[in-house]
């Protein structure tokens, strides 16, 4: 059986995420006051209690999605249960790529930690938003960026399923997009809560500030595969890795194809290892008869355990 791990990415976070786990496993607190430390705020406090409100922020959600998914993975180890491939969904690639074995936990921090400062002060330098769109195939929507283009910049993003994609890009140019895109008969056509026009031009002081931090950083080759946001395909190289992590924030998120890439063996058992069920939803739009086991809870963690061993038995 081929175990693939997917990881979350921003959006799919939840006040209370982590707390059941740090109360029953010592090594996951210390994993939060490690990150808190690093990071130079009380990471964990906003995790378990929130406000809401703070953890939304760029800064604090990506490294509070990172932290959480990465320390389920820990555990996942410690019983002997690793992947045998993975990916993540946009902030999710550097916790596959940490659990891939590409760098270390501190080493994927410290970059989450510049990626994240970096992408809400873009969002500030540019302000711009992003919009979901279902029921419409690429083209047409390709077609309602060109169309709306004249409001300003507006790219397609996230390629999350065959029939729903995200655009990125200035609110006016977005906005007008959704429009066209409910007249079009799309049947969800609707603005994010996001803070920036991630995977798109408008990140490009984020993409330099990134790309310079990468530079310096440890990497290796992956253990396994982990398949990268911006080609679809795995990482080869370090090298390769430090190039398309800069991309990514400028690049829409081949997610359908990084599916594909991953469904090589009809027995493959999914994960998502992390808060929320996005992932496996859109697996579930994409494979023919695919499911995704979430993974986020503590309580979760204990049947698919149980699960895990009966299948060996």
């Known amino acids: 059986m081929k175990r693939v791990f997917l990881f979350p990415g921003q959006g799919s976070q939840v006040v209370g995420m982590g707390n059941d786990f740090a109360a029953s496993f010592p090594r996951v607190g210390e994993l939060f006051e490690k990150a808190g430390e690093l990071l130079g705020f009380n990471l964990a406090e906003i995790c378990f209690h929130g406000p809401e409100d703070e953890l939304r922020k760029t800064r604090a959600t990506q490294p509070a999605l990172y932290v959480h998914s990465y320390a389920i993975s820990e555990l996942f180890a410690e019983r002997g249960i690793e992947a045998d491939a993975a990916a993540?969904?946009?902030l999710g690639e550097y916790t596959a790529l940490s659990v891939g074995g590409a760098f270390d936990f501190e080493t994927?921090?410290?970059?989450?930690k510049i990626r994240a400062e970096s992408m809400q002060e873009a969002g500030r330098q540019n302000p711009g938003t992003m919009a979901a769109i279902a029921g419409l195939d690429r083209d047409t929507v390709e077609a309602i960026c060109q169309q709306a283009r004249d409001e300003g910049t507006v790219v397609l993003a996230n390629f999350n399923s065959p029939e729903q994609i995200?655009?990125?890009?200035?609110?006016?140019a977005v906005k007008k997009a959704v429009e066209i895109a409910k007249e079009k008969g799309a049947r969800l056509a609707?603005?994010?809560q996001v803070s920036g026009a991630f995977h798109s031009p408008l990140m490009e002081p984020a993409a330099k500030a990134l790309a310079?931090?990468?530079k310096s950083a440890e990497i290796q080759r992956p253990k396994i595969p982990v398949i990268s946001n911006v080609t679809g395909r795995p990482h080869e190289s370090p090298d390769e890795i430090r190039d398309l992590l800069a991309r990514q924030l400028l690049s829409p998120v081949r997610w359908v194809e990084t599916l594909q890439q991953l469904a090589s063996e009809p027995d493959t058992?999914?994960?998502e290892v992390g808060a929320g069920n996005v992932l496996?939803?859109?697996l579930k739009r994409t494979m023919k008869g695919a499911r995704a086991t979430g993974v986020g809870t503590a309580a979760a963690l204990e049947t698919v355990l149980t699960e895990e061993v009966r299948a060996v038995s």
Do not use: D, E, K, N
Not at 108 to 112: A, I, M, Q, S, T
Not at 166 to 172: D, F, H, K, L, Q
């Open 88 to 90: 993540g969904h946009s």
């Open 108 to 112: 994927g921090l410290r970059l989450v």
């Open 166 to 172: 995200a655009i990125s890009g200035s609110v006016p």
């Open 190 to 192: 609707q603005v994010l």
């Open 212 to 214: 310079a931090a990468l």
């Open 269 to 271: 058992q999914w994960y």
């Open 280 to 282: 496996a939803g859109l």
